[in-house]
């Protein structure tokens, strides 16, 4: 299975700029790489996925390498509601769309 | 677009009983569904997946005849705890994708209490 490895934690100011890290090293040429947060109690927030190509969306922008080992989910500006488990995640292929959580990286938000 | 509802939002019942949560996709139409449990401080852990009108999908370890899946509609699935014990207190939390292709949305999970 593709993994992904994150840091366990970051902290960010309020209103500066949050680039979360992940690295996929054994990613396969078409798995798309997902991102997803998670508040206390509460599912998983889709937040947004790619292939090769950077992406925007209203949420964050993310970031893939051109070797695609690795992708950065940027936060522009984060807010205390920013504050969660962000779990990057490679879709496998073959096997529909099962999801393999990892135990994520949790943001914390300094006012 | 795309909101995934549960129900209940928790549940507390005794040992022995059986607990059915629902999941239902309120806007689209989900031909695949994902059933998920999450032990307090630790990640997601997909139990099952369930494509609409076949047999769901169990992953190695959960137990079939323990955790009943049931997805007979496009925008309804259902997973019963049989015989629930403590040991399936948890928080469940399902997804729905329209097809396999497509990215999954989350409910907001079922806390399940077995007393």
């Known amino acids: 299975d593709a993994k992904t490895t994150q840091p366990n934690s970051m902290e960010s100011n309020e209103e500066e700029p949050v680039h979360l890290p992940c690295n996929h090293s054994?990613?396969?040429?078409?798995?798309?790489i997902h991102w997803y947060r998670q508040l206390p109690s509460q599912g998983p927030e889709y937040v947004i996925h790619g292939l090769t190509s950077n992406v925007n969306n209203r949420m964050a922008s993310l970031a893939i390498a051109e070797d695609r080992k690795s992708s950065t989910l940027i936060l522009h500006r984060a807010t205390l509601r920013d504050a969660a488990v962000y779990y990057c995640?490679?879709?496998?292929?073959?096997?529909?769309?099962?999801?393999?959580f990892g135990p994520g990286t949790r943001l914390s938000v300094l006012p | 677009g795309a909101v995934v509802s549960q129900h209940p939002s928790w549940v507390i019942c005794k040992s022995g009983t059986s607990v059915k949560i629902e999941c239902r996709s309120l806007?689209?139409?989900?031909?695949?569904m994902f059933w998920y449990r999450q032990f307090p401080k630790q990640s997601l852990m997909l139990m099952a997946t369930s494509n609409e009108g076949s047999k769901a999908t169990y992953e190695q370890g959960v137990e079939k005849d323990k955790f009943l899946i049931n997805h007979a509609s496009l925008t309804l699935s259902t997973l019963t705890v049989t015989s629930a014990h403590p040991e399936d207190s948890s928080f469940y939390i399902c997804?729905?994708?329209?097809?396999?292709?497509?990215?999954?949305?989350f409910g907001p999970g079922t806390r399940l209490l077995v007393l």
């Open positions: 997804s729905a994708s329209r097809t396999a292709r497509e990215t999954q949305y």
């Open positions: 806007d689209f139409q989900a031909t695949t």
């Open positions: 054994t990613i396969s040429g078409t798995d798309y």
């Open positions: 995640i490679l879709r496998r292929t073959g096997y529909g769309q099962n999801f393999v």
